[in-house]
């Protein structure tokens, strides 16, 4: 059945519902005590060097 763009972002009736979480995330608590400078965690991507980890493709 063909359904419109507005359609698509909707759950049919009856999906979602029934007393059901959609979702549970588990997040631990994280300690950071360090951090890059400005300019450098730009580059890197981040401002804690405990999640800085580049990819090194296999060789």
Known sequence: M???PKQMWMPAEG???MGMMLAHAYVPWQMYDQAFSPREALIKGTL???LYGPYKPPK
Request: no cysteine; hydrophobic share 20%; aromatic share 22%.
């Open 48 to 50: 804690f060097p405990e």
């Open 15 to 17: 999906e979602v519902g």
């Open 2 to 4: 063909y359904k419109t």
